[in-house]
C-alpha cells in the first residue's frame, strides 16, 4: 500500500439535527431543519486529508448493510482507498446524531459504534502502512487496537484524543504528536479544563512523554507546545460565517496529517490546518464545507502567531 497517510478510526451515518435552543433534562424540542450524512472521526479525517491533495488509506469496519455500502462507495468517491475497510456481518454500520445550535454553530454529538466496535488488532495484519509517512488515529475504535498501532507504526503518530478520556502512560510513549481540544486536553492530563490559551498552554506542558501537543479551542485558535524547544505558540483563528462546527477538529487533524506527511514543519501544516478548519465551518455537516488546499493556503497566510 502506497500512500501518505494511513487513517485507523471509524466510520458513521450521521443524522444532524439543527436547533434554536438547546433542550432541557424532560425537554422536547422542535428541530428547525435536518441533515443526513457520512461521518465517523476516521473517515471525516480521511477525506479532510484526500480533499487537501494527500493519498489517503482508511482501516477500519462497517456493517453488513446499505448505509455500509454507500459509506464505502463515498470514500472511494472522495479519493480515500477503502480496500483494508471490512465488512462486520451481523452488525449495523456506526451511526451518530450531531444537535447543531443555529445560534452560532456548537453542537453536541451521540454516536452508536456499531460495528466500529468490532475493528480490532488483527484488522492491522498485516501491517500495510511500512511506507505511510503518517499515521492517524482517534478513540472511536477500541482502545486496544489503538494501541496495537500506535506499537506498530514506524511513521509519525498522530493521536486525536477523541472521544475525550483518559489514556495510559504506555500509549502515550508512542505518540509524536497529540490533537486533543480542550476537553480532551483535561481528560488526558486529568487536569481543570483550560479556559484561557495560557492554561492550556500550561495543561499541554504537563504532557512530558509527548513531544508535540496541539490544543484546538475553537475560535480562540490552537496552542502549539513543544518540549524539544520547550517552550509553546498561539495561532489565532480567521473571523468566518460559522454555521456548523461538525467535524472542524476533524477537518484540522486530516489536513495536519498530510502537510506533515508532505514534510511542513509543525507550524506550518498547523496554520495550514486551522485555516482549513475555519473554512470547514461554512458548511453544514461533517464534510459539508471540506476547503482544498489552495483556499485554506489563502486563508493561511493571513493569520497570526504569537509566542507564549
Given at each position: 500500500?502506497?500512500?501518505?497517510?494511513?487513517?485507523?478510526?471509524s466510520?458513521n451515518?450521521?443524522?444532524?439535527?439543527?436547533?434554536?435552543?438547546?433542550?432541557?433534562?424532560?425537554?422536547?424540542?422542535?428541530?428547525?431543519?435536518?441533515l443526513?450524512?457520512?461521518?465517523?472521526?476516521?473517515?471525516?479525517?480521511?477525506?479532510?486529508?484526500?480533499?487537501?491533495?494527500?493519498?489517503?488509506?482508511?482501516?477500519?469496519?462497517?456493517?453488513?448493510?446499505?448505509?455500509?455500502?454507500?459509506?464505502l462507495?463515498?470514500?472511494?468517491?472522495?479519493?480515500?482507498?477503502?480496500?483494508?475497510?471490512?465488512?462486520?456481518?451481523?452488525?449495523?454500520?456506526?451511526?451518530?446524531?450531531?444537535?447543531?445550535?443555529?445560534?452560532?454553530?456548537?453542537?453536541?454529538?451521540?454516536?452508536?459504534?456499531?460495528?466500529?466496535?468490532?475493528?480490532?488488532?488483527?484488522?492491522l495484519?498485516?501491517?500495510?502502512?511500512?511506507?505511510?509517512?503518517?499515521?492517524?488515529?482517534?478513540?472511536?475504535?477500541?482502545?486496544?487496537?489503538?494501541?496495537?498501532?500506535?506499537?506498530?507504526?514506524?511513521?509519525?503518530?498522530?493521536?486525536?484524543?477523541?472521544?475525550?478520556?483518559?489514556?495510559?502512560a504506555?500509549?502515550?510513549?508512542?505518540?509524536?504528536?497529540?490533537?486533543?481540544?480542550?476537553?480532551?486536553?483535561?481528560?488526558v492530563?486529568?487536569?481543570?479544563?483550560?479556559?484561557?490559551?495560557?492554561?492550556?498552554?500550561?495543561?499541554?506542558?504537563?504532557?512530558?512523554?509527548?513531544?508535540?501537543?496541539?490544543?484546538?479551542?475553537?475560535?480562540?485558535?490552537?496552542?502549539i507546545?513543544?518540549?524539544?524547544r520547550?517552550?509553546?505558540?498561539?495561532?489565532?483563528?480567521?473571523?468566518?460565517?460559522?454555521?456548523?462546527?461538525?467535524?472542524?477538529?476533524?477537518?484540522?487533524?486530516?489536513?495536519?496529517?498530510?502537510?506533515?506527511?508532505?514534510?511542513?514543519?509543525?507550524?506550518?501544516?498547523?496554520?495550514?490546518?486551522?485555516a482549513?478548519?475555519?473554512l470547514?465551518?461554512?458548511?453544514?455537516?461533517?464534510?459539508?464545507?471540506?476547503p482544498?488546499?489552495?483556499?485554506?493556503?489563502k486563508?493561511?497566510?493571513?493569520?497570526?502567531?504569537?509566542?507564549?
Open positions: 500500500m502506497s500512500v501518505e497517510v494511513v487513517v485507523v478510526g466510520l451515518a450521521d443524522r444532524t439535527l439543527y436547533v434554536h435552543e438547546w433542550p432541557g433534562p424532560g425537554e422536547t424540542v422542535m428541530a428547525a431543519d435536518s443526513a450524512g457520512f461521518g465517523g472521526k476516521g473517515a471525516n479525517q480521511a477525506v479532510a486529508a484526500a480533499k487537501a491533495g494527500g493519498s489517503v488509506a482508511m482501516i477500519g469496519r462497517v456493517g453488513d448493510d446499505s448505509i455500509g455500502r454507500e459509506m462507495a463515498d470514500l472511494r468517491q472522495q479519493g480515500v482507498d477503502v480496500s483494508r475497510v471490512r465488512t462486520q456481518a451481523g452488525s449495523p454500520s456506526g451511526s451518530a446524531t450531531v444537535v447543531v445550535s443555529l445560534a452560532g454553530g456548537d453542537n453536541f454529538i451521540i454516536v452508536d459504534p456499531g460495528a466500529n466496535a468490532a475493528v480490532e488488532p488483527k484488522d495484519d498485516p501491517w500495510p502502512v511500512a511506507g505511510a509517512a503518517v499515521v492517524l488515529l482517534q478513540l472511536e475504535v477500541p482502545i486496544e487496537t489503538v494501541a496495537s498501532a500506535a506499537q506498530r507504526s514506524s511513521a509519525l503518530l498522530v493521536l486525536n484524543p477523541a472521544p475525550a478520556r483518559h489514556l495510559s504506555d500509549l502515550l510513549r508512542h505518540v509524536d504528536v497529540l490533537i486533543p481540544n480542550a476537553r480532551e486536553l483535561a481528560a492530563t486529568g487536569g481543570p479544563l483550560p479556559s484561557s490559551i495560557e492554561e492550556a498552554a500550561s495543561l499541554a506542558g504537563s504532557l512530558t512523554d509527548v513531544p508535540v501537543v496541539i490544543v484546538t479551542m475553537g475560535a480562540a485558535g490552537v496552542v507546545r513543544s518540549r524539544e520547550g517552550r509553546s505558540t498561539h495561532i489565532v483563528a480567521p473571523r468566518v460565517a460559522t454555521v456548523d462546527t461538525t467535524g472542524a477538529g476533524d477537518c484540522f487533524c486530516g489536513v495536519f496529517a498530510v502537510e506533515s506527511a508532505r514534510g511542513a514543519t509543525v507550524e506550518e501544516a498547523t496554520r495550514l490546518a486551522v482549513a478548519a475555519s470547514s465551518t461554512m458548511g453544514h455537516g461533517a464534510r459539508g464545507a471540506l482544498t488546499r489552495d483556499a485554506a493556503a486563508l493561511a497566510m493571513q493569520l497570526g502567531q504569537f509566542p507564549l
